[in-house]
């Protein structure tokens, strides 16, 4: 079945760098966007940006411009988001999702993984 | 402060019928996009729920139904039940940012 298995809790300090994985399974790795969110603690949903995993193509949010860097390896299915220069409102946890590709876009995001805790702390 | 408006919480007896609304501007809703909507139950990732303003995926119960209006959508839940307690999010397409936005979620407490 399809899966999204990302990677585990990560403990940084301010001014480092994070990258979480995330590998895609049961489905066709090429046929979907994966997009990245978060979600601060008690917090709503914020949209980080996408890549296509076919092209290797990214889009980012403005707000993560410079800081965020998306990448993946085809050879075994999986994604990486860095993020850089963390600071404490960083602190959240980061979810990979997907779109179906498609003739047009539709921007709904069917399949989640888990999400990986992300804290920021001297 | 979101994008995409949303009341902070709504409540409801079980059995009763309650709706969640999404306000958007003209770069958005107003625009055309479609909206979508997720539930997440506490400690877990979200989940579709509604896609392109009225769809359900396939498992998603029936008593879960999506309208649209020129900037608003809204997402009705009837019959309730306890485990509808969960806070939920809607989303859709920016133009001007380029990307998704969502609202602030409504937590729904089943009273």
């Known amino acids: 079945q399809e899966r999204l298995v990302q990677s585990g809790a990560e403990l940084k300090k301010p001014g480092a760098s994070v990258k979480v994985s995330c590998k895609a399974s049961?489905?066709?790795?090429?046929?979907?966007?994966i997009h990245w969110l978060r979600q601060a603690p008690g917090q709503g949903l914020e949209w980080m940006g996408w890549?296509?995993?076919?092209?290797?193509?990214?889009n980012y949010a403005q707000k993560f411009q410079g800081r965020v860097t998306m990448t993946r390896d085809m050879s075994i299915s999986t994604v990486y988001m860095e993020l850089s220069g963390l600071r404490s409102d960083d602190t959240a946890h980061y979810f990979c999702?997907?779109?179906?590709?498609?003739?047009?876009?539709?921007?709904?995001?069917?399949?989640w993984g888990r999400g990986t805790l992300v804290t920021v702390s001297s | 402060q979101s994008v995409l408006t949303q009341p902070p919480s709504v409540s409801g007896a079980p059995g009763q019928r309650v709706t969640i609304s999404c306000t958007g501007t003209?770069?958005?809703?107003?625009?055309?996009?479609?909206v979508h909507w997720y539930q997440q139950l506490p400690g877990t990732a979200p989940k579709l729920l509604i896609y392109?303003?009225?769809n359900r995926p396939s498992g998603v119960p029936d008593r879960f139904s999506g309208s649209w209006s020129t900037t608003s959508a809204s997402l009705a839940i009837a019959g309730l039940q306890a485990d509808d307690e969960a806070d939920y999010y809607c989303?859709?397409?920016?133009?001007?940012?380029?990307?998704?936005?969502f609202g602030g979620g409504t937590k729904l407490t089943v009273l």
């Open positions: 049961g489905y066709s790795f090429t046929g979907y966007y």
């Open positions: 890549i296509n995993p076919d092209s290797g193509g990214t």
């Open positions: 392109s303003n009225t």
């Open positions: 003209g770069s958005n809703i107003g625009a055309g996009y479609e």
């Open positions: 999702t997907r779109e179906e590709m498609g003739v047009r876009r539709y921007w709904y995001f069917d399949f």
């Open positions: 989303q859709s397409y920016d133009s001007s940012l380029r990307g998704a936005v």
